[in-house]
């Protein structure tokens, strides 16, 4: 190879690395700027469990725990003493280390509501795209849930799950290629501290923009002819179970509801093996209470195939502070 051509590769190498180095630091420290509002969830979460954004003063008893239909549903400044962690898409796996870690940095509430939806008992959503790529994981947790995942022959998150994590660690340039997109790179602060403003202003609640005034759309699990949960997101619900049994913190499990176009649309069979399900979960953990019931309510309360509109969240708020146990009995 001539001088010259050697020259202009050292020059490309240089640049390459420049280059590089460049995008990790502003995606790894300027994430408020590029960030889509599913993201900053996740880092508002990192921040709470930091004490970045300190909870030890707001007297929380009541923790809500599950994925964003749970954020949708109620109204938690209308619950006393209460906090939600309701994490669009999480799966038993980021549930139970959440509990884990806060833990760690807060007391314990008496009271954990804890609801999945069903989908999210079979597969993930945001375990890589959200919760890892936000740094929510260790490695040891990451690890942990590679030998589990391994010692149930379950390679549902990854068959190379140490690799992809390592590749998020790196922060390899295609799992930000949408958020610096719609943002055109720089301008997503402002949207971002506007959700970070109301998140804590609303006790771990995010807004759900775009939500209609009713919705007939058919959700997720009406595609679904069967129940049947994945060992690694069964494991981990079981996880949870033990995590509050040891830690004497009651756990109270339920569904959402459905909106009722969907709920009449629901396969038989796996109305049946979700009851079945929750049913040995019921009898596994006595002192707690696993509702298996899945129920409805009218489209009108929807804003989307899976989520409650204003309207139907300040229903089934009512609702919850005047009679939970109506969440336990099928409606149909």
């Known amino acids: ?25 502003y995606t790894e420290f300027f994430s408020m700027r590029y960030n889509n509002v599913n993201n900053t969830r996740w880092l508002i979460l990192n921040e709470i469990l930091k004490k970045n954004y300190d909870l030890t003063d707001s007297s929380i008893q009541v923790l809500f725990v599950g994925d964003s239909r ?33 833990d760690i940095v807060y007391d314990l509430p008496d009271t954990v509501y804890f609801s999945i939806s069903p989908r999210f008992l079979t597969e993930y959503f945001a375990f890589w795209d959200l919760a890892v790529r936000n740094d929510f ?4 947790e990451i690890k942990e849930i590679k030998i589990n995942s391994k010692r149930l022959n379950d390679e549902s998150l990854s068959s190379v799950l140490i690799l992809r994590y390592l ?19 720089f301008f997503g602060y402002e949207d971002n501290a506007e959700l ?25 699990e009406t595609k679904m002819k069967n129940f049947a949960p994945s060992a690694i997101y069964d494991f981990y619900f079981d996880e949870i179970l033990n995590f509050c049994l040891q830690n004497k913190v009651m756990c109270i499990f339920f569904a959402m509801p459905m909106n009722e176009s969907s ?11 979700y009851q079945k399900y929750m049913q040995e979960k019921q009898k596994a ?48």
């Open 196 to 220: 970070i403003d109301f998140v804590l202003n609303n006790r771990g609640k995010r807004p759900h923009p775009d939500l209609k005034d009713s919705c007939c759309m058919l959700n997720y």
């Open 167 to 185: 590749l998020y660690k790196i922060n390899f340039p295609n799992f930000y290629q949408e958020d610096l997109r719609n943002n055109l790179i």
């Open 263 to 273: 709920f009449r649309k629901l396969d038989n069979n796996f109305i049946a093996e």
């Open 137 to 140: 994981f260790s490695f040891e």
């Open 70 to 102: 749970l954020n949708a549903a109620l109204d938690y400044t209308k619950i006393k003493n209460s906090w939600s962690f309701g994490l669009g898409g999480a799966t038993p796996i980021e549930i139970y280390y959440l509990i884990k870690k806060y």
């Open 1 to 25: 190879m001539s001088k010259n051509k050697k020259n202009i590769l050292s020059k490309f190498i240089i640049i390459f690395i420049i280059v590089c180095l460049s995008f990790y630091v």
């Open 285 to 332: 953990y006595p002192d707690f209470l696993i509702s298996d019931s899945l129920y409805c309510l009218p489209d009108s309360f929807f804003g989307d195939e899976s989520h409650l509109n204003q309207k139907g969240t300040d229903y089934f708020t009512n609702l919850f502070n005047n009679n939970s146990s109506v969440y336990f009995e099928v409606i149909r």
